[in-house]
């Protein structure tokens, strides 16, 4: 089977990580992918459905290789007074925040061999950074443990559709089994019923069973399945 499809350069990530990448964007009206069109970049990712089967065998015949699988989920907001008490993270909250994002987020699809090994701690420390000054995402809350402890975090973007993402959502270390995600799951669905956003979407990869579990108790549905896939070059 042939691969149709454009590659964008991904601008951001070649600075950030120093390689290289582009995407490619599907098309049955875009050009045949072949290895000559892709050999100008060191990495070439590529985002499919699970159903299409026949786009990862063409891929894997271009040299792809399997990296992860994504869940994305949606919940609706329900206009009932969500019971919950976070706080808008500050530049005090920074250096903690950036240490804690930097170590949860190990199982990303910005993994080794095709990455570095601090490369993926190094992108969520940013991220987290940025939801902080309202630059990538739009603010980041923080939750305090009875003791007034940071117990974890969300960081949440207001998608202007009348939905929100969270971008990144972690316990801090030692907060396991105490229902800190249900709680942080509350504050982000408070943080949409502020706004009159009636849908809250959320991605994990599909080996993270205790974020799923969240979600899904938390009463999201499952609405796409992907694959990533990414052909490296020397
Ligand atoms: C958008 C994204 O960022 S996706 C990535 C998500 N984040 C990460 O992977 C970062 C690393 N992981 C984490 O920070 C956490 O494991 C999370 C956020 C994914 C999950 O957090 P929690 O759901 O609070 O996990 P926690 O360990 O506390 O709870 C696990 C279980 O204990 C239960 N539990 C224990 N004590 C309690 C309590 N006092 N109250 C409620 N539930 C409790 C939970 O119900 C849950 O039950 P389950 O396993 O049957 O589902
Ligand atoms: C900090 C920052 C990032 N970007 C760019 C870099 C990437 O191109 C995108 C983010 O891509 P995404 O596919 O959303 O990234 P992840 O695969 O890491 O995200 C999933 O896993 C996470 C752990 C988390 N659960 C997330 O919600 C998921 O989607 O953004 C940028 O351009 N500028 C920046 O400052």
Known sequence: MCVHANIEPLLWESEFFQIKSAKLNFSPRAPLVNSSKMSGYRLIQAKIPTDRVDLSDALYSLGFQWVTGEVDLVLTINMENQLTT?????????????????????????????????????????????????????????????QGQPAGFVTLRDLKNGAARIGLLALFPKMAGKGIGMQLMLAAKKW???????????????????????????GALIENTAYWLYKGQK
Do not use: M
């Open 86 to 146: 976070s706080r808008l993270a500050t530049v005090d909250d920074i250096p903690r925040l950036r240490q804690v994002a930097a170590e949860a987020f190990a199982a990303s699809r910005f993994r080794a061999p095709w990455y570095h090994p601090q490369d993926s701690g190094r992108l969520y420390a940013l991220w987290v950074e940025k939801a902080v000054q309202g630059t990538f995402d739009d603010q980041c809350l923080l939750l305090d443990d009875a």
């Open 192 to 218: 949409c019923q502020q706004r009159s956003l009636r849908r809250l979407h959320v991605a994990t990869q599909i080996n993270n069973i205790a974020a799923l579990r969240l979600y899904i108790r938390s």
